[in-house]
């Protein structure tokens, strides 16, 4: 008897872990859509090539069409079905409904995956293949629409809401940099000597 070519992996998908039965060269993308039923993340080219199925792994960019289910194991898996809490949109999803960054929706769940993670490699100082001066000292680039083209151009959009979508990732980025300075404004309030 050869060696089986299916065995039960475990993941850990917007903070729960699911169980299942999968053949070894089952992709993160089939297991999602196919064995749990976590049909937010779409499958446009299945090649890596749209990112329609953009996912976080540990956080950062991942096409889903391109993993083995079994390499996502011990990792933290993030989709579109994570980013809300509960009925409250996050921010980035505020966004693109506000703006209309989507037209059909198929590549909106890919796209807003993308974008959170966009937003956090910024604020971190990633520069990007447009960004003028990559040293260190020269700081956080500014989130242009040109930095956000660059970043956000591994999703492609059939529709062509591009226009609509840059906006609403600079809207995004914009409320999530000043509540991080409201929460370093708190953080130093606290830090001051009682009077
Ligand atoms: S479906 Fe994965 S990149 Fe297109
Ligand atoms: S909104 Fe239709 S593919 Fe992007």
Redesign the pocket.
Known sequence: MGPSTSSAITLNINGEKYTLPVDHRTTL?DALREHLDLTGT?????????????VLLDGRRA????QLAVAAQGRAVTTIEGVADGDRLHPVQQAFLDLDGYQCGYCTPGQICSALAVIEEHAAGWPSAVTDDVRPEAGVPALTAEEIRERMSGNLCRCGAYVSIVQAVARAAEASASDASAAEAATFQDKEPVA
């Open positions: 993308l779409k499958k446009g080219c299945d090649q890596g090539q749209c990112g329609a199925c953009t096409v889903a069409c391109l």
